[in-house]
């Protein structure tokens, strides 16, 4: 099965909630106002990772789709942004 990395920006995440709406299983809002990517890695600094695989990736498209600020990026297995 195809495998998808989800790379979260939740240092610029403006608390809109549009991603937990459409894909509340992986997105869900903290008490600080900024969404949370569930089961994620801290990677970096405040960069959050996670892997997927095929069946979640049209729910987490739709949320990187939905994010007005766009800091959710999703990357397929040779590194490209999958939109
Ligand atoms: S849609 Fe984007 S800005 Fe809004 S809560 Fe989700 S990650 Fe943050």
New binding site residues.
């Given amino acids: 099965m195809t495998k998808y990395k989800v790379v979260?920006d939740?240092a610029?995440?403006?608390?809109?909630?549009?991603?937990?709406i459409v894909a509340e299983k992986f997105?869900q809002?903290d008490s600080d106002d900024?969404?949370d990517l569930v089961g994620a890695t801290l990677t970096g600094n405040d960069i959050w990772e996670r892997e997927i695989d095929e069946n979640d990736l049209p729910k987490n498209q739709e949320?990187a789709r939905?994010?007005?600020?766009?800091?959710?990026k999703i990357f397929d297995e040779a590194n490209k942004e999958v939109l």
Wanted: net charge positive; hydrophobic share 45%.
């Fill in positions: 979260y939740r610029n995440c403006t608390g809109v909630a549009a991603c937990t997105w809002m900024k969404a949320a939905s994010c007005p600020v766009k800091v959710i």
